[in-house]
């Protein structure tokens, strides 16, 4: 495919993948794995594909170089680019509108000054509606179905701490908790702190809708968490891990997969790939 892939979504038959080393978007049937088509984005059209996301009939991808671009999936073009904030990272949609998450990612050197914001886009005119401010180093994003958007602002991976924050649908930034890692399913927030150097991480979850929140959310922890999924169809809660070498997480060698029941239990160990940050689930 290319260097580095980032992330994948599967709209009908055809699956879009970002690769942001290789500056690519590749297009392949979902059944077969073969190609149908590259597109190589212009520096007009924003490089670096990080996450992508279906919409209305459209796939939106976020370039790391500050925008994020519209694919028409008739004609397999981009159709539109919008820029947005530095190092976009996830994004997310509710209410009508395209939610980005704008990293500022590196320009760590910098304690990532420019890493507070959530562009607010809308999906009919594709124009940003608003800038929204948020913790620094924003990374990751998701939407519950009631329509509030999550956001977790990394920090600075010192002295300032990872934290969720809840957009509504106002505008209105409030923080929720500290967390490393979140995922959601419907209106509950699956989340993980595990600040490096940590000796001890959370697991655990919010009700979005009430506020209670579950401790202990899993029996058996895992070595170095850098991934947390839940099975839209079963519940079923998926974390993944690097393992450890000589006492520190490795980058470099195979990781895994825990698989736990949703009620938390653990079920199976799956070795999988280097880095294996991202997860999700096709229904067959």
Avoid: H
């Avoid at 590259?38 to 990080?50: A, D, H």
């Avoid at 000796?199 to 922890?221: R, V």
Wanted: aromatic content about 10%; glycine content about 10%.
């Amino acid at each position: 495919m290319g260097s580095t892939p980032q992330e994948y979504i599967v709209v009908s038959d055809r699956m879009y993948i970002a690769i942001y080393g290789s500056n690519i978007i590749e297009i392949v049937d979902k059944n077969t794995a073969k190609s149908i088509k590259q597109i190589v984005p212009t520096s007009t059209q924003g490089e670096g594909p990080r996450d992508i996301i279906a919409a209305n009939g459209k796939v939106y991808v976020s370039m790391y170089d500050g925008y994020v671009s519209r694919i028409d999936t008739l004609s397999l073009t981009i159709d539109a680019t919008l820029n947005v904030g530095p190092n976009p990272e996830e994004m997310t949609v509710a209410n009508g509108y395209l939610y980005v998450a704008n990293s500022d990612g590196m320009n760590y050197g910098a304690d990532y000054a420019n890493g507070k914001s959530v562009s607010k886009i809308g999906l009919k005119t594709f124009t940003e509606a608003k800038r929204i401010p948020v913790g620094l180093n924003p990374t990751k994003i998701c939407s519950t179905t009631e329509g509030n958007v999550y956001v977790l602002a990394m920090g600075n991976y010192n002295d300032i701490s990872a934290k969720v924050q809840k957009i509504d649908n106002m505008n209105v930034v409030t923080d929720v908790t500290e967390a490393t890692l979140m995922t959601v399913k419907d209106n509950t927030l699956y989340l993980i702190n595990a600040p490096y150097g940590a000796t001890a991480n959370t697991y655990f979850s919010i009700d979005t809708k009430t506020g209670n929140e579950t401790k202990n959310l899993i029996d058996q922890p895992v070595d170095s968490p850098c991934g947390i999924a839940v099975n839209p169809f079963t519940g079923n809660i998926y974390i993944s891990s690097y393992n450890m070498v000589g006492g520190w997480p490795s980058y470099t060698t195979d990781g895994y997969v825990n698989e736990y029941s949703a009620n938390g239990k653990f079920t199976n160990k799956y070795n999988v790939g280097v880095g294996p940050c991202g997860l999700t689930f096709l229904l067959k």
